[in-house]
């Protein structure tokens, strides 16, 4: 069940409410209890076999669990394992199922196109969520083998993993984070209704009218390049552009539902979202761009390896690796691998440079707006030539259209003397797009209208809590009729493009 599709908006939630409204009323009834039934049927619409094997590990990982915390003496059994040995061993099988369902077919694919294996395999079915969910069960392991928390019963870890809110696609959350949250677990108040719906309705805007409308425009030119087919500079640049400007409405919308959606019922969901595209460099892009993520990779991945306790030259080796790894998790294949080393190699660079600058002139020079803008502006090259390879289907196709892109850039003076010799929207067209990739002016709209929304509006976080210079009070949200008026008409409109039924990018990773 999509958060985007009639089934959840018109049946699914509005009874989760009536629930929990009616838990206000009548004493006796549990709100915890309803919100993990309702996550339960959430869930397992997934599929049956998929809510089975959600259901087997979080039930081994209670165990787990409860073996390790108890005292260090009490913790040996028939394996004569330690604390250590016993989370070894816990990890390793929660990552087992995830490396079966998501990384077998292409192992086996690798092995084959290098003639050390030749077996007929087909890929099994992605469990829906298990990038995020296992994520989530080996910090709860980690936290209680350093014993900052115990378990609390059965009950509250399957309601703390299979929370519907995040159980998805995320935020990637700790218990340390929720499980209070739980303890107080009530129908929330009209504040927190309002504030959770209209951000709820402002991520379901980002989604449908933006991200899907831009999709089928970053389609047309992806599909093209991996086919082989001639493509112009023009069109390369667009296209990459659509595709991040869709990945960047697609997941802030699925992080503003998301978090929406917890504060209806009166739980804090972690930020996870905070204008990334506003970055002056890839090391706070990282900080802005799936923060939940990146919390994890520095806490479970980067830490653990060294950081940056065995010199720079071992730090940017290990965020290399990070990184690598974080290219890994987002998917299977050789795209995914290339995506994680630029990254990793672009994040030691920039750690690199603010080293060298830090405590000089240097540094203070850059920090003022006009140098800021341009670090902005490189910051965010740099990201939409990643986004290509990340988006293409094999790494022949990223190369075709970097391959456009870079042939464009010696071009655009010639480019952009045709375009000013052009006249009527069919000449445009035929100089930005002459292979009709792109038809009409809906692309560059959409692309305008994205642009004024990420670098000229706060974000949505700033918009619900204030801005901390308390600058453009305009733009906070209130309980007002225009801010209900405004939220209305963009409910509406959302809801008359839902039937596109298009899944939110982040469910295939």
Known sequence: MLFNSYSFLLAFLPLLLLAFWLTSVW??????????????????????????????????????????????????????????GLLALALFLNLLPLAWFKYSAFLVESLSSLGWLHLSFEAPGLPLGISFYTFIQIAWLVSIYRRSIVPEGLGRHLLFSSCFCYVI??????????GRQFDRLQAPDADLLARGFSLFCMGLGKKVLLADSLASHANAVFNAAERGFPLG????????????????????????????????????????????????????????????????????????????????????????????LGGLWHGAGLTFII?????????????FFRSCLKGTRLEALLARWPFRLCSIALTFCCINACWVVFRAATPEGALRIWQAMLTSLGKLPNTLAGLASQSGPGGWQEALSPHHYLQGWQPLALLAVSAVIV??????????????????????????????????????????????????LYFQF
């Open 339 to 351: 995506w994680g080393a630029l990254h990793g190699a672009m994040l030691s660079v920039n750690h």
């Open 455 to 504: 670098w000229g509006f706060p974000s949505s976080h700033e918009i619900f809590q204030g801005r901390r210079d308390g600058s453009r009070p305009w733009l906070h949200w209130q309980p007002t009729v225009r801010w209900a008026t405004g939220l209305a008409v963009l409910a509406f409109a959302s809801l008359l493009l839902v039937s596109r039924q298009s899944s939110f």
């Open 27 to 84: 004493r006796a009834a549990r709100p915890a209890l309803v919100l993990l039934l309702f996550s339960t049927v959430f869930y397992a619409l997934s599929g049956a076999g998929f809510f089975v094997l959600l259901l087997a590990l979080l039930g081994m990982n209670y165990v787990f669990g409860l073996l390790l915390a108890r005292p260090d003496a009490e913790v040996y059994g028939p394996l004569g394992l330690g604390r250590k």
């Open 233 to 324: 500079g023009a069109e390369a640049w667009l296209g990459s552009l659509c595709y991040s400007f869709q990945l960047y409405f697609d997941f802030s919308g699925y992080t503003d539902m998301a978090l929406g959606l917890g504060l209806m019922l009166g739980l804090r969901l972690p930020e996870n979202f905070n204008s990334p595209y506003k970055a002056t460099g890839i090391v706070d892009f990282w900080r802005r761009w799936h923060i939940t993520l990146s919390a994890w990779l520095r806490d479970f991945l980067y830490i653990p390896l060294g950081g940056n306790r065995a010199g720079r030259i071992r730090q940017y080796i290990n965020l290399f690796l990070t990184m690598l």
């Open 169 to 178: 696609s995320g935020p990637i959350v700790r218990y340390e984070q929720m």
